[in-house]
């Protein structure tokens, strides 16, 4: 074999599986078909969201209105070219560390696409063309996710956005809509509301954040709509068209809804499209997600694992990168101790929610 572990992706679970089994004296091969190296979570997800927030919270002095009042700000405009200068700083050095640890470790790595061609080999196929084949003893997949797309939403990155593509925003719209109240939606929601940007949030269901206390959620949709946001929950979209002087999004009950943009954050999915999962028997459901065993995280085929977004819930950068340590401990025969029962979860919105353990309604079910 030419590689004990191969790891497709550079994300969380990717990246701390590699450097486990480097640490372990095993051979490995890192491959990320993207420009650089951190996946989603790096360029487009976890680390660009947290920065954007944290430095809307600085310039709009967000923090410090409770004691100067609403219209407190710290920088009077504020432009998109003062939120991207911070987030391509700390993009370049999140890429900066992960290359050095790499390094360190002696792991290898490559930009290339995957598909597999048998249980122990895959193809790589670089922008360029140039082709060769890999072998490998074992493999973890941890190609993220991407925004989902339906055919019928007309994006043009103009009017119509999702949420990778928000960070290319050439300034601060006057107005937006958000359609989706799951975390990506309510953290950008909440993070352009603190700009003052009027926002509307469109959720199909008559809840959100349905994981999390229902106490906890009526108090943030409260607080919401006390700064002034519109929420509208049980209200499904029937069309959205892109015009040239606004978007509109027509829900099912027959209301228009008119803003300057709107961002489209209903859902996300696995990126396995082009994997030649089938070649090795190995199903994702109709979201491209992969099922696992929930304690080795093996795929349906053993020397082949999954971790991190592409498994599902909870798709968080911390729990992801427990599961590839997991992956690459049970792949080399590392015993480990049971996993925790409970994991915390942060929701990065404006307020913060954090929870841990069960909630209210879930212990008062159990």
């Known amino acids: 074999m030419d590689y004990d572990m191969l790891v497709i992706g550079s994300g969380p679970s990717g990246r701390r599986a590699a450097v486990q089994s480097a640490k372990l004296g095993k051979s490995v091969l890192v491959v990320d078909r993207g420009r650089r190296l951190g996946g989603v979570s790096v360029h487009t997800g976890t680390i660009p ?9 600085n310039l709009s002095g967000w923090r410090e209105r409770g004691f100067y009042g609403r219209g407190y700000r710290v920088k009077q405009d504020i432009s998109v070219g003062d939120l991207v200068e911070r987030l391509h700083k700390t993009l370049d050095h999140e890429v900066e560390v992960l290359q050095h640890q790499f390094m360190r470790n002696t792991v290898k790595s490559a930009r ?3 598909k597999f061609l048998g249980p122990n080999k895959v193809s790589l196929t670089t922008d360029t063309g140039d082709y060769s084949e890999v072998g490998f003893a074992n493999a ?8 989902h797309r339906p055919r019928d939403v007309p994006f043009d990155k103009t009017r119509i956005f999702d949420s990778d593509e928000m960070l290319e925003l050439d300034r601060l719209p006057r107005t937006l809509t958000v359609i989706g109240a799951g975390v990506i939606g309510v953290e950008y929601a909440t993070i352009f509301s603190a700009l ?15 994981f999390v206390d229902r106490e906890i959620v009526d108090d943030f949709i409260h607080q919401m709509r006390d700064r002034g946001m519109t929420i509208r929950l049980g209200s499904a979209v029937k069309e959205i068209r892109s015009k040239p002087d606004a978007a509109e ?12 943009v709107v961002l489209y954050a209903a859902g996300r999915t696995g990126n396995v499209g082009n994997l030649g999962l089938d070649v090795v028997g190995i199903d994702a459901d109709s979201r491209g997600r992969i099922k696992v065993d929930p304690h080795t995280f093996q795929t349906s085929v053993p020397n082949i694992y999954a971790a991190g977004d592409v498994i599902g819930f909870p798709s968080l950068a911390s729990t992801s990168m427990e599961q590839g340590r997991v992956a690459a401990c049970h792949a080399f ?3 480990l101790p049971p996993p925790p029962e409970t994991f915390p979860y ?6 913060e929610i954090s929870t841990v353990g069960q909630s209210e309604e879930q212990v008062r079910e159990s």
């Not at 926002?199 to 269901?205: G, Q, S």
């Open 49 to 57: 969201s947290k920065t954007l927030r944290e430095t809307v919270l």
């Open 140 to 147: 973890l997949i941890a190609v993220g996710t991407r925004p």
């Open 333 to 335: 025969g590392v015993p």
């Open 112 to 114: 290339a696409a995957v």
């Open 346 to 351: 942060g929701i990065y919105a404006v307020p």
């Open 249 to 260: 999004v027509e829900l099912a009950d027959g209301r228009t809804i008119r803003s300057e």
């Open 196 to 210: 003052d940007v009027p926002v509307t949030l469109v959720e199909p269901r008559n809840s959100i954040l349905d």
